[in-house]
């Protein structure tokens, strides 16, 4: 390259002054001398430092810093250099680093602005020698593993403006040094082990836009000064063991859009000061002990699309302001002692997708105008003393949750619900429904959880029912439902638990349901069914839990362990049952092709099972053709019509998303952890690690394990309860099982 260099500067000086070549020859001597000539010894330097930190990582992580040869650091793979050659960026974000960063030589690194090691297993503590990055403006050492403390010496660094420490295994107080750094713009420290006070001279950071703290066990109150941060946009406290009351100066944050202050001790009111804050997209308060009313003008700037403030002691009524708020998206209010009529405090909410109110004291009849929120997914109103009639929800078609239970409604089910084939969740249980069950619900083709108990349901029950063939549990308890079961309720495969227990039915049970063979709990009792069970129940290999007491029933009981096994109760105040089990007696003679055995009875065998051969191989093909079509139309969540999203941000709470103290195994391919969802259900989490580049891959065969998951059921086979194909975090539910069955998978 240099003699290349020598050829036009000779040439040049040897000819008459051509501005050309004048001009040429400049660019080429900038050019070389930014590269090689007065900071040639720095640059060694550098490249000598950054080589010396590279034969100090693990082998593994060697391969991606296969640039990093000889001295032109300025062309390694993640490095930037200023126009005199020094290195100012450093970025290996997901680098697959594995190391320290004790052998780091951060005094070589004067003129570094940038320095991005994030996402990668570093491990160590942060050394106090970082102090020496005189420039730096951004350092990123976040998703590591780093232990220790923050070192004092990020004082130094008086340039920063952002700090990005989060997730990682930090401990230790925040140091006050960092409050000294004014030109700060940016603090993610959280999901750390960090302890101790948020220091009051927090507030000098008068540039701060951004304070994330969550996940952290940070305690002590709220300091005031938090007011001075006037620049806040979005200030993150959850998680934390917060205590004291929320400080009435946050309202003078008026650029804040986010305040997250869930799952602390906080007490007392809310300030009334946080109606001053006209920016506020997301209000984030649950978990706490909150109490007093909802201040009036929460959604004063019409901005509010994320309310939840469920889990405390907030009494009193909604504030008219919320009734107006437009912009709502999430609303969970449930568990407070709020009160009001829910017909007058609730308007209409064009975005409005997830409202949770249960577990409060709203009365009045339920508004037409819940069916003008076209977005509406879930509405959960139970536990409330909310009477008068259930809407048609005219317009709410997108409906997935819709639990009204344990309320005072009166009248029937409107035939209208029909058309909310979204519904997967439908629980009107424990309410003062009456008249017949309208047959419209059998058009309800993704119901997986139908409750109708504890009402005043009378009539047959609807064969229709059998339209609803995705559903898993089915609960029609306690209700004046006569005449017999109908036999079409066979062909819903795919129930899991079946209660019909305490209504009028009557007649013998129908030979059809022994085609439930996913069917795990069957609930008869306290009906006036009459005959015999019928030996097809022989086939219902998942069942575990029987009642048939208080019946007229007779007879022997099928040769199906669930039966052979269950407890006197399970039949006891029968008419005459006669078998093995326990509590009864043994059968005079045997009826089941037994030593009577008369060739006609053996015939009729025959013939049934001739009969119902032929009903599976002609299912089977039905099967096999609905099921290749809705293959076909597959979209994400298409394997089941599970309610991923909603369910994905319950997972994520429930988890913390996804805090190493909820894991309970790490595997080749996934981490499980452990959740308690809102509905108290525990569920195992399987979190598929995602491979850089294979996502597409991944995702399929992630899918067909669901595909697989949901097609098979069998008390030896982990319930999936659900799953979500995001292409970051594809996760798969199972129900949680002490002891660890899911770690075979
Ligand atoms: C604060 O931020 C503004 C605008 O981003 C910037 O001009 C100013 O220099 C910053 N202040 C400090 C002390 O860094
Ligand atoms: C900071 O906040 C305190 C208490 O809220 C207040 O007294 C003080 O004037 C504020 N300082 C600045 C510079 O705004
Ligand atoms: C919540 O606050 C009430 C008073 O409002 C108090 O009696 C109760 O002990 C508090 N509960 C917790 C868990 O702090
Ligand atoms: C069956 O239902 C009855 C009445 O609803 C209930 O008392 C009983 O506990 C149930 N049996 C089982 C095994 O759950």
């Known amino acids: 390259m240099e003699s290349q260099v020598e050829k036009p500067l000779s040439a040049n000086a040897a000819a008459s002054q051509h501005s050309l070549q004048v001009i040429l020859m400049a660019i080429i001597l900038m050019l070389v001398s930014s590269c090689l000539a007065p900071s040639a010894s720095a640059a060694g330097q550098e490249a000598e430092a950054l080589l010396n930190w590279k034969a100090s990582l693990d082998n593994t992580s060697l391969s991606l810093l296969s640039s990093w040869v000889g001295n032109s650091t300025c062309n390694w793979d993640g490095i930037g250099c200023n126009n005199i050659g020094s290195i100012t960026h450093i970025n290996l974000t ?153 400080p009435n100066e946050v309202g003078k944050l008026q650029f804040l859009t986010l305040l997250g202050l869930v799952d602390n001790r906080l007490n007392g009111s809310l300030p009334l000061e946080l109606s001053n804050l006209k920016f506020l997209k997301n209000l984030w308060l649950s978990g706490n002990n909150l109490s007093g009313n909802i201040p009036s003008d929460l959604c004063s700037g019409g901005l509010l699309e994320m309310f939840t403030a469920h889990n405390n002691q907030l009494t009193g009524l909604m504030p008219t302001s919320l009734r107006n708020c437009t912009s709502l998206v999430r609303l969970r209010l449930e568990r407070n002692q709020l009160t009001g009529n829910i017909n007058e405090e609730f308007g209409i909410y064009p975005k409005l997708v997830y409202v949770d109110l249960s577990y409060n004291r709203f009365y009045g ?72 069950v309208p047959p419209e619900i059998g058009m309800l083709t993704n119901l997986q959880y139908l409750n109708l108990a504890a009402n005043d349901f009378n009539g047959p029950i609807p064969e229709q029912l059998n339209g609803c063939r995705e559903l898993l549990n089915l609960n029609l308890s306690k209700n004046k439902f006569s005449e017999s079961i109908p036999l079409q309720m066979g062909s819903i495969h795919s129930l899991q638990v079946l209660d019909l227990s305490q209504n009028s039915l009557m007649r013998e049970i129908p030979p059809q349901l022994g085609q439930l063979v996913k069917l795990e709990a069957l609930n008869f009792s306290h009906n006036e069914l009459s005959g015999s069970i019928p030996y097809t129940f022989d086939n219902m290999l998942s069942l575990t839990v029987i009642d048939l007491s208080f019946n007229h029933l007779e007879g022997p009981l099928p040769n ?70 809705e293959v076909q139309n597959e979209n994400q969540f298409a394997v089941w019509s599970y309610d991923g999203r909603l369910e994905y941000e319950d997972i994520i709470e429930a988890t913390e998303e996804f805090n190493s103290k909820y894991c309970v195994g790490v595997g080749g391919n996934a981490s499980v952890y452990k959740a308690e969802l809102q509905t108290g259900r525990i569920v195992a989490v399987k979190k598929l690690h995602i491979v850089q580049d294979s996502g597409v891959a991944n995702l399929k065969a992630f899918e067909s394990e669901v595909r697989t998951l949901s097609e098979i059921r069998h008390r030896n086979i982990l319930k999936l309860y659900g799953f979500c194909s995001h292409p970051q975090h594809p996760l798969l539910v199972y129900d949680f099982i002490e002891g660890g069955a899911w770690k075979t998978y």
């Open 560 to 629: 199906n362990k669930a039966f052979l096994e269950a407890s006197a109760v399970a039949f006891e105040n029968n008419t005459g049952l006669c078998g093995n089990a326990t509590g009864l007696n043994a059968c005079p003679t045997e009826t089941r092709g037994g030593k009577k055995g008369s060739k006609s009875v053996i015939l009729i065998v025959v013939f049934v099972l001739a009969i119902l051969f032929f009903a599976f191989v002609v299912f089977g093909i039905l099967c096999v053709c609905c099921y290749s079509q």
């Open 94 to 246: 997901g680098s697959a680093l594995r190391g320290t960063l004790h052998s780091f030589s951060f005094s070589s690194f004067p003129s570094l602005l940038s320095l991005n090691l994030s996402h990668n297993s570093i491990s160590g503590t942060i050394p106090s020698e970082i102090g020496f990055l005189k420039s730096l403006q951004i350092l990123d050492l976040s998703e590591n593993n780093l232990n220790g403390s923050i070192p004092h010496e990020v004082g130094l660094l008086g340039n920063l403006t952002i700090l990005s420490l989060h997730n990682n295994e930090l401990s230790g107080n925040i140091p006050l040094e960092i409050c000294m750094l004014n030109s700060l713009s940016v603090i993610h420290i959280e999901k750390n082990s960090l302890t101790g006070s948020i220091p009051e001279s927090i507030g000098n950071l008068s540039n701060l836009t951004v304070l994330a703290l969550h996940r952290n066990n940070f305690s002590g109150s709220i300091p005031s000064r938090i007011g001075n941060l006037t620049r806040l946009k979005e200030l993150y406290l959850m998680g934390n063991q917060l205590t004291g009351t929320i």
């Open 365 to 436: 009849e339920l508004s037409e105008n819940w069916g003008e929120c076209q977005n509406l997914q879930s509405l959960k109103l139970s536990n409330n003393r909310i009477s008068g009639r259930v809407p048609q929800f005219e317009r709410s078609i997108q409906l997935h949750v819709l639990d009204l239970s344990s309320n005072n409604l009166t009248g029937t089910i409107p035939r209208e619900l029909g058309r909310l084939t979204s519904l997967f969740n439908l629980n009107l249980g424990d309410n003062k429904l009456s008249a017949s």
